[in-house]
């Protein structure tokens, strides 16, 4: 399948926008606080045209799926729901989209927690931004995809996955204050680089997740310590006061926000691994995100020689780890790392550094 033989026409214009892996900060961007992510190699590209009718097209090339919306229609819950978010919340912003065709390829993995959707809010929005000239900023964009997430697909999340889409690049971390919205890129640890393996058990996130049930706890534990935001509290020790699990869940943020504002003065690697280890423990004992197969993978990669930490990534509940390894040994060590898990009885996949196929 391709655009023409899908609509019968060829594309006006073409955007594309990654997907992000968390190096550290997790679960603190929807409490102000700091994170550290990059963009991984994969991407979303979207073409898109105009539609010959007055309805949107959508199709996706993954799910072999073509989704037919009109402007008064109900948004289904599928892939289409953050295409139309953000439409309508671009519309809302003074700028009338007309009917579009619009066809997706990505190989950013879903359900891995590399943000596969804020990879597609981003493409899309560069799309229509380039297609109708539309002065949004690469901020705003990211502001954008993550009211349109929040508002037409059910996730209360935080900012960190639209702008590390819309911001980052591969080659260097993106420091973000969540609070300022202010951000710069940080190189690597010297010597180093960046491995991903996904656990094999999908996470899912939206309506309905554990993941908007923590963010409530987190707000819930903020009003009782009388702060705006966990992002408020720099001791560890101002936790204590609070019941469980509110307790767990705010002492994991607090400890997790002061890893980042460590990582940030460019440490040595080994230090830079232990933080990242210990921000696994904390998801999985305090925050309690982690499942049995990501601590499995979390534990090999932690033991493979030339690993200097590894961790669950992204929002949780499955999903893959990323380790901070020896550089030009990512490969090496991801073969051996897997080879271990699926003797545990696992089956894990390398999506960083990406496989080459050749065909
Ligand atoms: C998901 C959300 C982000 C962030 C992470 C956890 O990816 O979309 O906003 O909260 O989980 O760090």
Known sequence: MNFQRVFGTLPKTHASAPGRVNLLGEHTDYNDGFVLPSA?????????????????????AEYDELINVSDDDTIPQKFVSYICGCIRLVEKEGYKIPPINLYITSNVPIGAGLSSSAALEI???????????????????????????????????????QMASSLADTNSMLLIDTRTLKYRALPFPTGTEILVIDSGETHKLAAGSGYNQRRAECEAAAQLLGVKALRDIDEPQAVEVLPEPLKKRARHVVTENNRVLEAMKSLPAERFGQLMNASHTSQRDDYEV?????????AILQETRGVFGARLTGGGFGGACVALVESTKAGVIASEAIARYQRAGYTGRILVPQVQVNS
């Open 40 to 60: 991984i190699p994969q991407r979303t590209l979207v073409q898109i045209g105009f539609s010959s009718d007055n309805r949107h097209h959508f199709y996706s």
């Open 290 to 298: 982690s499942t049995p197969a990501v601590d499995a993978l979390a």
């Open 123 to 161: 493409a899309t929005l560069r799309g229509l931004r380039a297609l109708f000239n539309i002065p949004l900023d690469d901020l705003k964009l990211a502001q954008i995809g993550q009211l349109a997430e929040i508002r037409y697909a059910g996730l209360n999340c935080g900012i960190m996955d």
